[in-house]
């Protein structure tokens, strides 16, 4: 994309972050926490709100008719980091041409970076932050999506590069969203019956701050045109929980999250919880659930990739585009 959109897209995607970490700080100093107790960055002053709170953002897919989304979610320690960079590659060497495909951060990881919910960890948990961090996330998951929906479709108009599908007629974008809006209803009442907020809070609360008080569930599932890729946490092979293989490769200093807290029961529980959670909203023909049944990270990432190219034909064959 043009440098003039890109600068002005890194611009609004820190507004919108900057926003939310100075939000979840507020929350804290409500909750009595000292301001050098307060374990979050320091974001600078807050850009303008009408910058970031516009309902500009939540757009319907049909603005961006060549873009097709497709949420990837996965168990900590599912493998989700190196699937999406496979999946992209795979997009594109199948699509011969006919797709570009690209792939948002993940947007909680974003916050715990800057200290949200104690750095990812959630000591000395505050149900104030978790509130303000979860409606939070939906916002900047929604504005996030659209901003790169936004490059992509720059990308499609530039002119054609060899092997690439910019400036071809007919062309369209994949674009991978790591997790998505609806990734906080695993971890919220009453798919997860230990936690103290509930899901439609954080709809409505989202929603809000959208200027979309009456935003839906349905509403934040027809954004997926291609629906959802579940990846299995590790924690998992077989059907039996893995505790060789999952504290090998996924807990301490040299693997992929050295912050990483879950034991392999916690890990196994958020994967149960939040394929649950997606079963429960999603239609069928649009869950890929890629467990663990052969213990080979290519198997596995073809498999996904196996899984997205059927979804992606059949919308194609359809021509089926959601409002």
Known sequence: IGAELHRRLASELQDLVNTGVLEIREALLEAGYAPSAVPLDDAGAPPPRENVTAERWLRPSSAHPHVWRLSVEGGPCAGKTSGMAALRQAIVERGRGRYLAFATPELATVFFSLGAMSHGSFLNYEDAEYRVFTARVLLCQIA???????????ALHRPATVGGAGGRLGARAILLTDRDALDAKAFTLPAD????????????????????????????????????????TIAVLHGRLNPAG??????GART???VRKESVEEAARNDDLMFRAYEDVYPKDLICHITNDV???????????????????????RGRVFA
């Open 144 to 154: 996030f999506e659209e901003l790169w929906a936004q490059g992509a479709d720059a």
């Open 193 to 232: 019956p230990e936690q103290t907020v509930a899901w439609e809070d954080v709809v409505h609360a989202g929603g809000k701050l959208l200027g979309r008080p009456d935003l839906t569930q349905a509403e934040l599932v027809r954004r997926y045109q291609l629906g959802v890729l579940i990846l299995q």
């Open 246 to 251: 999952y504290n090998a490769h996924c807990i």
């Open 256 to 258: 992929s999250n050295a």
């Open 295 to 317: 213990d080979d990270w290519g198997w596995k990432a073809n498999a996904a990739a196996d899984c997205a190219w059927l979804h992606i034909n059949r919308l194609a064959s």
